[in-house]
């Protein structure tokens, strides 16, 4: 079981940047892909941005250009530095641990950290 813990989330003003930080309990947390989701009120959870175990990316289309993933395999984060943020991105946001087995998927999610963005 691996436990992922986010931080960083809060309220912002429209244009205004926040990091959110994701901590993995795994020591085995350089094989696994890391990912950023969010779901807002009344909607389904999304892809906010991944990256591969290799440090390939990939980010929805509304957030590229403004929002940037990483990750430190040292320190076991993952990281979503999030700029010129607007309302649309008021959601709770999660991170996922993703990785292939050889008879199983693993996949674990964080509780959620709220990001408010609102004048």
């Known amino acids: 079981q691996v436990q992922l813990v986010e931080s960083g989330g809060g309220l912002v003003q429209p244009g205004g940047s926040l990091r959110l930080s994701c901590a993995a309990s795994?020591?085995?947390?350089?094989?696994?892909?890391m990912g950023w989701y969010r779901q807002a009120p009344g909607k389904q959870r999304e892809l906010v941005a991944i990256?591969?175990?290799?440090?390939?990316?990939t980010y929805a289309d509304s957030v590229k250009g403004r929002f940037t993933i990483s990750r430190d395999n040292a320190k076991k984060t993952v990281a979503l530095q999030m700029n010129s943020l607007n309302p649309e991105d008021t959601a709770v946001y999660y991170c996922?641990?993703?990785?292939?087995?050889?008879?199983?998927?693993?996949?674990?999610w964080g509780q959620g950290t709220q990001v408010t963005v609102s004048s």
């Open positions: 990256i591969s175990s290799d440090g390939m990316t």
């Open positions: 996922n641990a993703k990785r292939s087995g050889l008879r199983m998927e693993y996949d674990y």
């Open positions: 795994t020591t085995i947390f350089r094989l696994y892909g």
